[in-house]
């Protein structure tokens, strides 16, 4: 190791249980969501909502979030591949000729768990599950939720985005200099920029302003504001670090000069000032 340049080679596995493995980015998952229960409760219990109603959200939340995420990546980013494997979509194999699945019963699959995510698809679904989750469960309103919501999933990508460096995927361009991460596992011996850590950190600092506003300030009772201050901000990371990030495919070869990733990112932006100035004027 010299000064800022890091060698990165981290088994990707957390545990093993028998045939079956748990992935350091599934248990990041786990803490993400666990920490995001724990937050809600706190807030719900803040404002006197019935902590009733948080089961129900969490599992709404939890499915908008890993189908809207698996279809993000499916659509955005690689319908080359899936068009042709579509079992692929939602179960968690691919194939693979020399395994077998199930102690040998299913020869020519593998176990590989959801490693295809895109974060647009995720903020799709939950935004998605949330109309459908408000229209069974009527308090407040859906703006009211959602600039309640975006707190826990602000620090919930902080965790995602580190799995992803232990997975050592969404990897950063060279930096041709001494500065960087070096991902062993990946056979390269050429420092990069890690674009995780620094989507991470951007994160973590977004979920800090979010939680001093909700707690600090009154701003929690513009319904919306919190909202939009929160899609702005995350898309507005995600269309930065992109400049330093190796494409992940997906049209920017039809569209210019941007990526997908920032392609996608823009009207997010857009919504959330319009939710910001809708938030105010009201």
């Known amino acids: 190791m010299t000064f800022l340049k890091i060698d990165w080679s981290p088994n990707e596995i957390f545990l093993n249980l028998g045939p079956l493995a ?3 980015y599934s248990v990041m998952f786990i803490i993400a969501f666990s920490l995001g229960y724990y937050i809600i409760k706190k807030i719900y ?3 006197n909502k019935s902590i009733e109603l948080i089961e129900p959200l969490f599992i709404y939340t939890v499915l908008g979030t890993l189908i809207g995420a698996r279809l993000g990546e499916v659509f955005f980013y690689n319908w080359d591949y ?3 494997n579509l079992i692929e979509i939602f179960l968690p194999i691919k194939k693979d000729i020399s395994s077998s699945l199930l102690f040998g019963i299913i020869d020519g699959w593998k176990f590989v768990g959801y490693r295809g995510l895109a974060s647009h698809g995720a903020t799709i679904g939950i935004i998605i599950s949330m109309f459908i989750y408000k229209s069974k469960f009527k308090y407040d309103s859906v703006l ?3 600039d309640r ?3 826990p999933i602000a620090i919930g ?3 995602v985005r580190i799995g992803n460096f232990f997975n ?4 950063g361009n060279y930096t041709e200099s001494n500065f960087g991460v ?3 596992n990946r056979g390269e011996i050429f420092p990069r920029h890690p674009a995780q850590l620094y989507e991470a950190m951007g994160y973590l600092l977004l979920f800090v302003l979010l939680w001093q506003l909700y707690w600090k300030t009154n701003f929690k009772n513009d319904k919306g504001f919190l909202f939009g201050l929160f899609l702005i901000c995350l898309f507005s990371i995600r269309v930065l670090v992109e400049y330093v990030k190796v494409s992940q495919g997906g049209f920017e070869d039809y569209l210019g000069f941007l990526s997908t990733g920032q392609w996608l990112s823009i009207p997010f932006i857009l919504i959330g000032i319009f939710f910001m100035l809708r938030s105010k004027k009201a």
Do not use: A, D, R
Request: aromatic content about 24%.
């Open 82 to 84: 899936f068009q042709n």
């Open 22 to 24: 748990i992935h350091w």
């Open 182 to 184: 070096v991902f062993i």
């Open 157 to 159: 990508g902080m965790f």
């Open 144 to 146: 009211w939720i959602f």
């Open 45 to 47: 219990l803040n404002e």
């Open 168 to 171: 050592s995927e969404i990897v």
């Open 149 to 151: 919501i975006v707190i």
